[in-house]
């Protein structure tokens, strides 16, 4: 094959739940079928400066709510080249409150929260061979997660952010997005995200083989309203990084998290950087692909 010659897959749609097409970044995804052309020739999907970040990506939409009602888009891309055999390892990233998840696809030095190191997140797994897929929470980003709301918190199944985590599981596993590898998944997310990435541990028992969560901590938490219960024996691995000056979700609660992780054996890693408050940090890019190909 030359160097100039297009790789292309297709990969038929089957779930209704899958209700739009389009073309964004190379990626083709029409009707029934999900299509990418990847120049192989590519050494990147990002585009990456000392001050900005842009990742092609591309949508669909996923239905949820009440009789299916409700939309959720789903923003991904995969790596450059061949999918392994099995698919590409995947990592399920979910945004703050009130900050669209397309943001992980672009960010600035100017940008809040972090946002240059959140789309260096993003370059730096698909760099890595992660497939990304970043859901947006209710209205189109707008909003935040379920995991710590009211009654949700405790009555998790009956959220709306449940249906849609039953529905992407199941376009993962269908391959409705293309070589994805149902039995290598990881989540990441910061803040609401970031609570949002313990409830895979607590909700969705074997399925993600790693965690990162960047300025939160357990599921049910909520800023300093944080008590951690007993975990599942079976949690994964996670990796957890936070601001020492984060008065929105103090470092305490994360930590707290960290040593009950600690105590039933459960491999952790905690990263707090100095005189940051909350934010992704600078080692977050580098940490979360060490922290995830170990495993």
Same mark, same amino acid.
């Given at each position: ?19 739009? &097409? ?12 999900? @299509?990418?052309?990847?120049? /192989?020739? &590519? ?22 709510? #009440? ?67 970043? /859901?947006?929470?209710?209205? @189109? ?8 709301? +009211? ?19 199941? &376009? ?30 607590? $909700? ?10 960047? $300025? ?37 609660? #994360? ?7 600690? #105590?039933?054996?459960? /491999?952790?890693? +905690? +990263? ?10 600078? &080692?977050? /890019? ?10």
């Amino acid at each position: 094959m030359s160097a100039g010659t297009p790789l292309a897959w297709g990969f038929a749609m089957p779930r209704a739940s899958i209700l739009i &097409a389009v073309l964004v970044g190379g990626c083709a995804f029409e009707g029934s079928s999900l @299509d990418f052309t990847i120049d /192989p020739a &590519a050494a990147t999907r990002c585009e990456e400066s000392a001050t900005h970040v842009r990742c092609d990506h591309a949508t669909v939409t996923i239905a949820t709510g #009440a009789f299916g009602w409700a939309a959720r888009e789903v923003h991904l891309m995969h790596p450059v080249g061949e999918p392994p055999a099995s698919g590409w390892p995947t990592v399920v990233l979910f945004q703050g409150s009130f900050y669209s998840a397309e943001g992980f696809f672009e960010g600035d030095v100017d940008g809040d929260f972090g946002e240059l190191n959140q789309a260096r997140v993003v370059a730096r797994l698909l760099d890595a061979g992660f497939a990304v897929i970043a /859901p947006e929470a209710r209205y @189109d980003g707008a909003t935040y997660w379920d995991t710590n709301v +009211v009654p949700y918190d405790f009555a998790w199944d009956a959220s709306e952010d449940h249906q849609l985590m039953v529905e992407l599981f199941a &376009a993962i596993d269908g391959g409705t997005l293309g070589p994805l590898d149902p039995t290598q998944l990881y989540a990441a997310g910061i803040s609401s995200g970031g609570y949002m990435t313990s409830r895979m541990a607590v $909700s969705y028992a074997g399925r993600f083989r790693a965690l990162a969560i960047e $300025s939160a901590s357990y599921a049910t938490c909520s800023g300093a309203l944080c008590v951690i219960p007993e975990l599942p024996t079976d949690h994964p691995p996670t990796l957890f990084l936070h601001g020492a000056d984060d008065v929105v979700v103090p470092v305490w609660t #994360a930590t707290d998290y960290a040593n009950a992780l600690d #105590a039933q054996d459960t /491999p952790t890693r +905690v +990263v707090i950087a100095e005189g940051v408050g909350h934010e992704w940090l600078d &080692a977050a /890019p580098d940490a979360l692909v060490d922290w995830f190909t170990a495993r």
